[in-house]
């Protein structure tokens, strides 16, 4: 069974132009490795009710994963768990385990001469009040923990915006847990570069095996016009099991070997981009 | 009056993280420079169905101006044209003017060598198939070319997914016409750096700098934390006139000024980011 995920990024600096959302793109990419499925994204700015509203309507569409980024830290524009508080209707209390993590973080920027000191202000105990039900999770880089709770089917994590901190709780902290929600996904990812410069050469050949391999996510990418374009194809496909995936991309990728053969297309390249 | 936009950004590659969306990004800071105010933007799948929610969703709010991103090639999967005409339940037909800019595309191109030959192929002729009452927007990279309609109080306009071609139409077909849309408007931004790494004490600072400069948006950034962190202040401003935009942003510096040099925080300096 798919699973679906969707992702919401937070930060006026974002819709401004003044910062690259590069998180949206990292977490898409580590979503399709577990073989999960993004299904949509979204950035908006640092409004309660606009995240409340992006995050109404993701909850709307019950997917098994929402992830937030952005809107934790100290600041009064960081309202991500206040959105999230208001709606899912749940109080903000200081949970005492990330109060403890966010003394923790202080104590060692303190330690290392990075803030003046280690007292725990009301900016810094804000990053330490959850909506109830919530669980902090440990930042090894920053300050603020990430957040993660349950709704219905869905889990709902909260990241920091600052990329080294998103990562890092990702990879340290969720992806142990995330284990449990992605068990038995499978995803493959095979990429083939041809010869061939002319996509709407390509066009038909891929539009009939898309139509012949309908389980199979086949694509043509466009490149930048020059002087030596060689048009790639993917075939990617997420599966519940190792064989069932391979078996249905290789037959896949037989075929369009054939009938760019056929065109006199030759394929210069192959390779296996992502793979669980 | 505020200019709203919202950009839709289309490609299955962008939510694989196969490929990461630079377009927005780069949508943003030109919506930004012209005065506009981007208030969400939204990655969606090659699916008819999505696009079309996502710019039913869009158009809900009112916003003056939609912009997608991609899905406008020869292939099957380009649909954006297709869920903007079922969705604004218009035919798409052939457009003549539409089909000589891409026979001319096509034909310097294959003067080029770059494709094989100039002949006009179903999948080639559908980059010229437009909803009714779309103009084509001349595309001097590649051969799709943008679309601008109108529908009630909205402009909506597609651009091509590859990036040079986005940022072409951009500037030399859409942006003389946007003169229009964005007259009068004028966008400051001032970026002022501290000698100060811990947001926390910041916080309070830029918190109340805010609640009394209601107009100005006033932003202090999370940098990485390592060893020579200096926090940022962005003060920044759209609105109608040159001169009230500056003595407001003008006035919030002063604040501000004074505010850090009370908290023994210096301004290491300060610069007019962008301006209209």
């Given at each position: 069974m798919d699973i679906?995920?969707?992702i919401i990024a937070v930060g006026n600096e974002l819709l401004l132009g003044d910062v690259l959302d590069t998180n949206t793109h990292w977490l898409c990419q580590q979503v399709s490795e577990l073989g999960g499925t993004v299904r949509r994204a979204v950035m908006v700015p640092d409004r309660t009710e606009v995240i409340g509203d992006a995050l109404s309507t993701a909850l709307g569409r019950e997917p098994r994963l929402i992830i937030l980024t952005g809107g934790l830290g100290p600041t009064s524009d960081d309202l991500t768990l206040a959105a999230l508080a208001t709606q899912l209707q749940r109080p903000l209390e200081v949970h005492?385990?990330?109060l403890k993590m966010v003394q923790a973080a202080y104590d060692t920027l303190a330690d290392r001469g990075l803030v003046h000191d280690a007292r725990m202000t009301e900016e810094r105990r804000k990053m330490a009040v959850l909506p109830r039900g919530a669980e902090p999770l440990h930042n090894q880089?920053?300050?603020a923990p990430g957040v993660l709770l349950q709704t219905?089917?869905?889990w709902i994590v909260c990241l920091p915006g600052v990329p080294a901190e998103m990562k890092s709780i990702f990879s340290a902290s969720l992806a142990p847990l995330l284990g449990d929600l992605f068990e038995g996904?499978?995803?493959l990812e095979r990429v083939l570069v041809t010869d061939c410069g002319d996509e709407s050469l390509l066009a038909p050949i891929v539009d009939r095996l898309a139509a012949d391999?309908?389980?199979?996510?086949?694509?043509s990418r466009a490149q930048e016009y020059g002087e030596n374009?060689?048009?790639?194809i993917t075939l990617s496909l997420s599966g519940d099991g190792r064989l069932q995936?391979?078996?249905l991309v290789d037959a896949a990728e037989r075929d369009l070997a054939e009938r760019l053969a056929r065109a006199g297309i030759s394929i210069l390249d192959r390779a296996d981009a992502i793979r669980r």
């Open positions: 679906d995920v969707e005492e385990q990330a880089v920053g300050a219905g089917g869905t996904r499978v995803f391999h309908l389980q199979v996510y086949v694509k374009v060689q048009l790639r995936v391979r078996s």
